[in-house]
């Protein structure tokens, strides 16, 4: 099963609220890029398809983290597999159609200047990075409140964020605190 079967066999199954669907049918048309997008420019994914491997290991991560006994019995913490599947897997959409290729030079070992390629950010929709995401969903389908925390918090403190306010999120919304987490472990331990 390819990466895309995969997601879309998670999301189908998964995703069933109002709206799925058509969100699904933009994923997949000409008019979105998500399924070859970079996850970055230099950093995690920064290859053809690494958002999309990127979304399917934040949705692992969180499914981990959120089947913990610790995190079920101690903090008593219970999430939908609905929710789980939608933050995870579309908390980054803010990058679809943002990254386009293009070139740099850089030297080889040998100190020789190469071109080589790369991806040049370029962001037609400067609505921030969470709250994109967000916007682009709803416009689709409606998200609970904590969802739309949780995706529009999902940098955590790395984020550039107010820190009371990531703080305020993780406290009223322990969906935002898990989706971060997976988001950060995807990112420096799986990518």
Known sequence: ???????????TEKITRDGADKLLEY???????????????????????GLLEHSLNVYYCLEDY???PRVRETYGFNCSEESCAIVSLLHDLCKVNCYKK????????????????TYEFNDEMPYGHGEKSVYI????????????????????FAGGEDERNVGSAFAMYPLAFALSTADMEATYFLE
């Open 1 to 11: 099963m390819t990466k895309k079967e995969e997601f879309i066999k998670i999301y």
């Open 27 to 49: 994923l997949l048309s000409s008019a979105s890029d998500f399924f070859t997008a970079p996850a970055s420019t230099r950093f995690h994914g920064s290859y053809e398809g």
């Open 66 to 68: 959120l089947s913990r």
């Open 102 to 117: 293009g070139t740099r030079n850089v030297k080889d070992k040998n100190g020789v200047w190469q071109t080589v390629p």
């Open 137 to 156: 969903i709803n416009g689709f389908m409606r998200l609970s409140r904590e969802e739309a925390f949780a995706i529009r918090y999902h940098m955590g």
